[in-house]
């Protein structure tokens, strides 16, 4: 615990000026961002008796170690430069708002030729319409389905769309008069464009002037005894009328406004939002957060515009924007409201009326998500304490290991060996920290050198993040990093593991950018910050070969156990037996989900890597040969058999392959050895004429490829 008056600057120092500052750690992480009209007043706060401050506040300045600033020249720049600190940093001091779901919304991609109907979650795209938020995905297809019946806008995938355009038949919809067909040239590109925009029109509130225009063409047809389109467009005008009355109207004057209320304790606040358009309420969505410090109102309804609109810019921002209390002050929060709608925003608190009334409903739905989230985390809370709580005990540990991180290797056969590494922080998944490893320090398979070797790779990098930082340095003289393992950060030996280093894990399922490991200015760095428990895949062997890593660096802070499959038992580096924690035990239940998913992260990056290795072909060693043009030769020629026996002239007649390159295809495939004819396993039937890109593959008896010669049944081959 850091003492503030070691890093207070001095009064003089910090100018009197707009400015945003940050605090920083030990680690030079980043831990909380904060803005002011007066840099010299808002930071003389922090450093005054820590018996007068917020115990979060107390928290942050006595875990910080140095502050620093940077002056702007408005308060609506400090604004803007908070926001985007905050989203580059993500201090965990900071407010942060967690959404409790994933909403969906009804999206209009405008920016396709053809533009397609459909939901949509998740980050939003350039060139697509949205509406919403919805509570739920169905309420969206209930709308569309009544919508489309008037505006037959295309709904289908990609897939299906370049389908029925190559077999000339549209789908169902297209017959049913739901769908214009576009696929199959029943519409042009610009009639479906005008139909999208009337759609959009209709979505966004403009809903009186199209149904009146309905109703003109509907008396029309009645006067001519057009009798059945007249039935058509009655029947059109009721589908229009029940689907806008899934949005009850809410403010009779038609108006667009979004409604903030805020409800909140002492320790948390729930934020909620009803998005009024035309009167109608068209989306509500809700945030959770944790007060770090003594935040007022006004502060967090400012943290949540900025969340909210802070990607935001257009008519996604509203012209009004209803709060329970203004941020202080207001002006700089509405002149950047302003700026990102492009137009004037009004930023104010209702007093009376109709809007009043709905900002009571608004704060009442609040209100009951604060209450059923301090519901759920309190038994959640409980629950990871006790867990880690008991692992403490059983390990013997002096406090509870509030980040764990285990390790696990994975192999098929002595192949692909890859190894994982998760991390569990206060008996949570922190996905963005996950990490994965390939083995190259040696060839085969070993699991005890396999994880000695990925120990001595994560634990290294964090000790030399140490040095480069000076923390290793003890008393101003002796260093924290022993003989030996010093030695072993310099010996000849780790130039082979150094070729191996860790590939951060980029689908998007399972990592986000990592937020745990920042560098010198707070960005997101692997492996600077250690754990208090290392957990291993396995029994003695594993656990031996992870503390003897640890060992070799000099690491002497950082406890280590094993879990083993057979009988979940839980396996110390000094101890002959195992511990036995009881079945019932939640400590014994967050070990074996710890293991459980650096067993799945390990297996897919190791399937990842075989499929990829199985895709390979001759191809692939051609130097400068891109996919596009590699697909164009399989398709010109049908199989790489026949493309091995072209002569460099045929080869040239491919679109994009120029005699050097040519040339260069033919002796690669040349070189290579042609391959086994593939065999299906389950029929026994050779399938030489079916060469691929892809030949040094058999088929499966489920359609997967697997080596030619290996067993088909893999269970229990795979680790």
């Not at 890093?7 to 945003?20: A, F, L, N, T, W």
């Not at 959404?99 to 697509?128: C, I, W």
């Not at 169905?138 to 299906?160: E, H, K, M, N, Y």
């Not at 026994?684 to 030949?695: F, L, V």
Request: hydrophobic share 35%; charged share 30%; aromatic share 6%.
């Amino acid at each position: 615990m850091a003492d503030p008056s070691s890093y207070r600057p001095k009064p003089g120092q910090i100018p009197d000026s707009p400015g945003v500052y940050r605090f920083r750690d030990e680690h030079r992480r980043v831990i909380y961002v904060g803005k002011a009209k007066s840099l010299r007043q808002r930071l003389a706060n922090y450093f005054q008796d820590l018996a007068g401050l917020h115990p979060r506040t107390r928290t942050m300045v006595t875990t910080a170690a140095s502050v620093e600033w940077t002056v702007v020249s408005t308060e609506v720049e400090a604004l803007q430069l908070e926001y985007s600190w905050i989203k580059e940093y993500d201090p965990r001091f900071n407010v942060k708002y967690r959404d409790d779901k994933s909403y969906p919304y009804l999206a209009v991609t405008m920016n396709e030729e053809f533009p397609r109907v459909q939901v949509m979650r998740g980050h939003k795209k350039k060139g697509v319409r949205y509406f919403g938020p919805y509570a739920h995905a169905w309420a969206i297809r209930d709308t569309v389905d009544l919508l489309l019946r008037v505006f037959p806008v295309r709904t289908c995938s990609a897939g299906v769309f370049k389908n029925a355009a190559r077999t000339g038949r549209p789908c169902l919809l297209g017959y049913i008069g739901k769908c214009s067909a576009p696929c199959v040239g029943r519409i042009s590109p610009e009639d479906h464009g005008e139909l999208a925009e009337e759609f959009c029109d209709f979505m966004a509130g403009r809903t009186g002037t199209y149904l009146r225009r309905l109703e003109t063409r509907m008396m029309e047809a009645a006067e001519e005894m057009e009798y059945e389109r007249a039935a058509r467009l009655r029947d059109d005008i009721e589908a229009l009328k029940k689907a806008m009355e899934k949005n009850a109207v809410v403010l009779a004057d038609a108006t667009d406004a979004d409604l903030i209320a805020v409800a909140e304790d002492e320790l948390e606040a729930a934020v909620q939002i009803f998005h009024v358009r035309g009167g109608r309420v068209r989306g509500q969505r809700g945030w959770v957060t944790d007060k770090v410090e003594d935040v007022t109102t006004g502060a967090l309804v400012e943290h949540a515009l900025q969340q909210l609109y802070g990607e935001e810019t257009g008519d996604a921002v509203p012209k009004e924007v209803l709060v329970p209390a203004l941020p202080e002050p207001v002006e700089p929060v509405q002149e950047w409201l302003t700026g990102r709608r492009g137009a004037n925003v009004s930023l104010r608190v209702p007093q009376r009326g109709d809007k009043k009334a709905l900002m009571e409903t608004v704060q009442r739905n609040a209100q009951q998500a604060l209450v059923l989230h301090k519901t759920k985390r309190a038994s959640d809370l409980t629950t990871r304490s006790r867990a880690l709580e008991e692992i403490a005990e059983a390990l013997g540990l002096d406090s509870a290991p509030l980040r764990i991180e285990c390790y696990d290797i994975s192999h098929l056969q002595g192949d692909d060996v890859v190894a994982s590494m998760v991390v569990f922080e206060d008996g949570l998944q922190r996905k963005s920290e996950y990490r994965r490893f390939q083995i190259k320090g040696f060839a085969g398979q070993d699991d005890v050198r396999s994880m000695h070797e990925v120990i001595t790779r994560r634990f290294r990098r964090y000790l030399a993040e140490k040095e480069r930082t000076g923390e290793w340095v003890e008393d101003g003289a002796e260093t924290a990093l022993t003989a030996s393992g010093t030695a072993a950060l310099t010996a000849s030996g780790t130039a082979a593991l150094g070729a191996a280093e860790t590939a951060a894990e980029t689908a998007a399922a399972d990592t986000a950018p990592a937020d745990g490991f920042k560098d010198d200015d707070g960005r997101p760095k692997k492996f600077a910050y250690p754990p208090q428990l290392v957990v291993v895949d396995g029994g003695r062997p594993q656990v031996a070969a992870a503390q003897r890593a640890l060992d070799e660096l000099g690491i002497d802070d950082i406890a280590v156990c094993g879990l083993a499959k057979r009988l979940e038992e839980v396996w110390l580096p000094e101890d002959d037996d195992p511990v036995v924690l009881p079945r019932t035990s939640e400590g014994l239940y967050l070990l074996q989900r710890v293991r459980d998913e650096a067993h799945r992260f390990a297996i897919t990056y190791q399937r990842t890597k075989r499929a990829k290795r199985f895709r390979a072909g001759p191809l692939d060693d051609v130097p400068g040969l891109g996919e596009s043009r590699k697909q164009a030769l399989i398709k010109h020629f049908g199989s790489v058999k026949k493309l091995r026996s072209a002569t460099i002239e045929q080869i040239q007649e491919v679109p994009g392959i120029g005699r050097k390159t040519a040339e260069t295809i033919a002796a690669a495939l040349a070189q290579a050895a042609p391959a086994a004819p593939a065999v299906n396993t389950a029929t026994g039937e050779i399938m030489d004429d079916r060469e691929d890109e892809a030949p040094e593959t058999t088929a499966g008896a489920s359609g997967e490829p697997v080596p030619a010669g290996a067993p088909d049944d893999r269970r229990g081959q795979e680790r």
